[in-house]
């Protein structure tokens, strides 16, 4: 007998809707307008009958080749290695950034003073589960942006400077940590994600729909 459906997990029931609504527009059963509508509301709903209601009229299902694609697409990036040397990033009266498909070692040392400094891991790769960024900064500011799925956390010791933690830490027991420590003195540290939840889900659907455009023989 299947489990009732008020007494499923929420979470589980929007994910199977967000999946249903991505498989259907990808294949133009629903316009990218109706799509984006109903995306806003199952992620806003916390009802069970409103998010099944939200995919009652759709015929397509998620498959195994979805999920697959899925998961390369919301799974962080880890590479095997051993990397375990730091790095080091200095902004010195100047900016560093550090972004794109960059490999992340196992500690980040950044030292600044009157610069700037971002580091940006939405396409990272990581070869550590646990990554420790070790900061000094005097009069500088930092710039952190992670994914929906990469856990953050900090100790800073903070003097008269100002640290904004913005990342919702979704992320699994296996998801990396990216664990912030060290100190700020008449300085800002911002850790945000740079692209929503929304977005990645759309960005998500367009490029299925894309490669469904392209070839009749799947995702």
Same mark, same amino acid.
């Given at each position: 007998?299947?489990?009732?459906?008020?007494?499923?997990?929420?979470?589980?029931?929007?994910?199977?809707?967000?999946?249903?609504?991505?498989?259907?527009?990808?294949?133009?059963?629903?316009?990218?307008?109706?799509?984006?509508?109903?995306?806003?509301?199952?992620?806003?709903?916390?009802?069970?009958?409103?998010?099944?209601?939200?995919?009652?009229? @759709?015929?397509?299902?998620?498959?195994?080749?979805?999920?697959?694609?899925?998961?390369?697409?919301?799974?962080?990036?880890?590479?095997?290695?051993?990397?375990?040397?730091?790095?080091?990033?200095?902004?010195? @009266?100047?900016?560093?950034?550090?972004?794109?498909?960059?490999?992340?070692?196992?500690?980040?040392?950044?030292?600044?003073?009157?610069?700037?400094?971002?580091?940006?891991?939405?396409?990272?790769?990581?070869?550590?589960?646990?990554?420790?960024?070790?900061?000094?900064?005097?009069?500088?500011?930092?710039?952190?942006?992670?994914?929906?799925?990469?856990?953050?956390?900090?100790?800073?010791?903070?003097?008269?400077?100002?640290?904004?933690?913005?990342?919702?830490?979704?992320?699994?027991?296996?998801?990396?940590?990216?664990?912030?420590?060290?100190?700020?003195?008449?300085?800002?540290?911002?850790?945000?994600?740079?692209?929503?939840?929304?977005?990645?889900?759309?960005?998500?659907?367009?490029?299925?729909?894309?490669?469904?455009?392209?070839?009749?023989?799947?995702?």
């Amino acid at each position: 007998m299947p489990v009732k459906l008020e007494d499923r997990p929420i979470e589980k029931v929007r994910e199977e809707a967000i999946d249903k609504l991505i498989v259907n527009y990808s294949h133009g059963i629903i316009s990218a307008a109706a799509f984006e509508r109903r995306l806003d509301e199952a992620s806003a709903t916390d009802s069970h009958q409103v998010l099944m209601d939200l995919v009652e009229d @759709l015929p397509m299902e998620a498959d195994s080749e979805y999920d697959q694609f899925k998961d390369k697409q919301f799974t962080p990036n880890y590479q095997a290695g051993n990397d375990q040397t730091n790095h080091r990033i200095v902004s010195i @009266l100047s900016s560093g950034e550090r972004s794109g498909q960059w490999v992340v070692p196992k500690e980040i040392v950044i030292y600044g003073g009157l610069g700037s400094t971002t580091l940006d891991f939405t396409d990272a790769i990581f070869q550590h589960q646990h990554v420790t960024i070790r900061l000094a900064d005097v009069m500088s500011s930092t710039e952190i942006f992670v994914p929906e799925n990469v856990n953050v956390s900090s100790s800073l010791v903070n003097i008269a400077s100002s640290v904004e933690n913005k990342s919702p830490s979704m992320g699994g027991r296996q998801a990396p940590v990216i664990h912030i420590e060290g100190w700020s003195v008449l300085s800002s540290v911002e850790i945000s994600v740079k692209r929503t939840m929304k977005e990645k889900f759309i960005a998500f659907a367009n490029s299925i729909r894309e490669a469904f455009n392209d070839s009749s023989k799947g995702y």
